[in-house]
């Protein structure tokens, strides 16, 4: 794609188009990290009306939620929006950098998690055993070449659908210029690099950047610092996070998607301009 110039295809992504896109993926991604908030667990849907099994089905299992991952959730989703709307602004005006809440919140509640044995005592869930270490890389296995082919194009041209759409968000939000050609070369050498390590298709996520985002993250210094962390983790400090609730995870998703979700009130202003827009989103 990228030696084809294949770029040239994202003028077809306007604003409204990507705006509406990602505001659908927010309410996905939202549907996947609600089950984790209460502790239930759902039947998992494909294809269409997914959004409305996926809610059938939690409000169904409600009865059978976990009171103390629910506790912790609205706990957690009270204070990261305390200082999300509250703290942080006052900091980053005073002094330019914000309050790392999440962090915060992660460490206290995995200590808390492990000292108070949230787990075994509450049945709540947990990250549990992370698997430490990488593969050795080898040479990729050429056989099935032309059998993975044809699922590969498309899963390719998905993958750039969804980092541009989520690029083109983030730089209208942010005010910073994007260079399709250039994003598709990196897609590029990344999976090239990664295929020695027997990765799975890598794509820019939605949820994770709306966290980056929510935490003013700007230059690529706070990619190499997340992928340095996470590094870290894979090699070393992965026992440490065994007793994270996975209900604080979702909490943080939760907050860091409402800027996603306030999109839906342009909704207006585009049927009043361009109903094809309209349309479109």
Same mark, same amino acid.
């Given at each position: 794609?990228?030696?084809?110039?294949?770029?040239?295809?994202? /003028?077809?992504?306007?604003?409204?188009?990507?705006?509406?896109?990602?505001?659908?993926a927010?309410?996905?991604?939202?549907?996947?990290?609600?089950?984790?908030?209460?502790?239930?667990?759902?039947?998992?849907?494909?294809?269409f009306?997914?959004?409305?099994?996926?809610?059938?089905?939690?409000?169904?299992?409600?009865?059978?939620?976990?009171?103390?991952?629910?506790?912790?959730?609205? $706990?957690s989703?009270?204070?990261?929006m305390?200082?999300?709307?509250?703290?942080?602004?006052?900091?980053?005006?005073?002094?330019?950098?914000?309050?790392?809440?999440?962090?915060?919140?992660?460490?206290?509640?995995?200590?808390?998690?492990?000292?108070?044995?949230?787990?075994?005592?509450?049945g709540?869930?947990? $990250?549990?055993?992370?698997?430490t270490?990488?593969?050795?890389?080898?040479?990729p296995?050429?056989?099935?070449?032309?059998v993975?082919?044809?699922?590969a194009?498309?899963?390719?041209?998905?993958?750039?659908?969804?980092?541009?759409?989520?690029?083109?968000?983030?730089?209208?939000?942010?005010?910073?210029?994007?260079?399709p050609?250039?994003?598709?070369?990196?897609?590029?050498?990344?999976?090239?690099?990664?295929?020695?390590?027997?990765?799975?298709?890598?794509?820019?996520?939605?949820?994770?950047?709306?966290?980056?985002?929510?935490?003013g993250?700007?230059?690529?210094?706070?990619?190499?610092?997340? /992928?340095?962390?996470?590094?870290?983790?894979?090699?070393?400090?992965?026992?440490?996070?065994?007793?994270l609730?996975?209900?604080?995870?979702?909490?943080?998703?939760?907050?860091?998607?409402?800027?996603?979700?306030v999109?839906?009130?342009?909704?207006p202003?585009?049927?009043?301009?361009?109903?094809?827009?309209?349309?479109?989103?």
């Amino acid at each position: 794609m990228a030696l084809l110039q294949l770029h040239i295809l994202t /003028a077809y992504l306007s604003n409204h188009l990507v705006t509406g896109f990602t505001t659908a993926a927010s309410f996905h991604v939202l549907a996947s990290q609600l089950p984790k908030l209460i502790s239930v667990k759902i039947q998992s849907h494909m294809g269409f009306f997914k959004l409305g099994y996926i809610t059938y089905d939690l409000f169904k299992e409600i009865p059978t939620l976990n009171w103390m991952a629910t506790l912790i959730s609205i $706990v957690s989703i009270t204070f990261l929006m305390i200082g999300k709307y509250f703290i942080n602004p006052e900091m980053i005006m005073n002094f330019k950098v914000p309050v790392p809440f999440e962090l915060i919140l992660v460490i206290t509640t995995t200590l808390l998690s492990h000292f108070f044995n949230f787990h075994d005592d509450y049945g709540v869930s947990i $990250v549990s055993t992370i698997p430490t270490g990488i593969p050795s890389p080898k040479l990729p296995d050429f056989s099935s070449f032309f059998v993975i082919l044809p699922k590969a194009i498309p899963i390719a041209v998905v993958i750039f659908g969804v980092t541009l759409s989520v690029l083109k968000l983030f730089a209208k939000k942010h005010d910073y210029k994007v260079n399709p050609a250039q994003d598709l070369r990196a897609i590029a050498c990344i999976h090239i690099f990664c295929s020695f390590f027997s990765c799975h298709p890598g794509s820019g996520s939605l949820s994770r950047s709306a966290v980056a985002s929510q935490l003013g993250s700007k230059s690529q210094i706070a990619g190499i610092t997340s /992928a340095s962390v996470v590094l870290i983790v894979l090699l070393w400090a992965g026992p440490f996070l065994y007793d994270l609730p996975r209900c604080v995870l979702a909490s943080i998703i939760f907050v860091a998607l409402q800027s996603m979700f306030v999109q839906v009130k342009e909704l207006p202003k585009l049927w009043k301009t361009s109903k094809i827009d309209f349309k479109s989103k």
